[in-house]
């Protein structure tokens, strides 16, 4: 299967902060996906970049897909920003592959 | 409109039992995957099923692991013989037909296994 390595795994960050979080691929994919995991457990999807570059509010999201990354920016972070952020890829329309999770705490 | 559902969210059960989880996909969505989050392993794939092709149950650890998926809605994970390393949270996530034009996945809230 596909190896992701994300990076760093604990970022604590004084609220107003900017961060990147990086993931690399071991193979190509096309179906690249950034999600939050909330208190709960449940995933939320931030982003779908196979390629390219998308912004929604003070996240956005650059996958630069011949390199196998993608980078996950955060700006002017807030305490409810907290939680584990994952990366996962996968080739087509098989499944995931995840990787360890980056864990943010932002503190006020 | 909704989105995946999945019950019981919470299930505590005795090392030997069964157990069976289900999941609701979003609505036109044909393609459903499961999932597992525990400690050791993290988020791992257990079986993948489309339209009406056969499922793609590479993920599955062990034959104790079986997974329908009814009409081409509804699935069901079915545990036998619980094991104490089966605790964990199972996520279900669908997806549209490929046809579609993207292969994004949306996940559930997941249920969580303790196995006593």
């Known amino acids: 299967g596909i190896q992701v390595e994300q990076s760093p795994p604990d970022l604590i960050l004084q609220e107003g902060a900017n961060s990147t979080l990086r993931c690399n691929f071991s193979?190509?994919?096309?179906?690249l996906q950034w999600f939050h995991q909330n208190p709960w457990g449940q995933l939320i999807n931030l982003f779908y970049?196979?390629?390219g570059t998308k912004q929604n509010g003070r996240l956005s999201a650059t996958t630069v897909a011949t390199e196998r990354y993608s980078l996950l920016y955060i700006s002017s972070s807030q305490t409810t920003d907290s939680g584990v952020y994952f990366c996962?890829?996968?080739?087509?329309?098989?499944?995931?592959?995840f990787g360890t999770g980056t864990r943010l705490t932002v503190i006020p | 409109g909704a989105g995946v559902s999945q019950s019981p969210s919470n299930k505590v059960t005795e090392k030997g039992k069964d157990v069976e989880l289900r999941c609701d996909p979003i609505?036109?969505?044909?393609?459903l995957y499961w999932y597992r989050q525990s400690l050791g392993q993290g988020l791992e794939f257990l079986i993948y099923?489309?339209?009406?092709?056969?499922?793609?149950k590479s993920g599955l650890p062990s034959d104790r692991f079986s997974a329908e998926r009814t009409g081409g809605s509804v699935s069901t994970l079915t545990i036998q013989r619980t094991q104490q390393e089966d605790s964990a949270v199972y996520l279900c996530?669908?997806?549209?037909?490929?046809?579609?034009?993207?292969?994004?996945?949306?996940f559930g809230p997941g249920t969580r296994l303790t196995v006593l």
């Open positions: 996530a669908s997806r549209l037909p490929t046809s579609g034009g993207s292969n994004e996945q949306f």
């Open positions: 099923f489309q339209g009406n092709s056969a499922p793609d």
């Open positions: 996962a890829g996968a080739t087509g329309a098989n499944n995931l592959f």
């Open positions: 193979d190509s994919v096309n179906n």
């Open positions: 970049i196979p390629s």
């Open positions: 609505s036109g969505h044909t393609a």
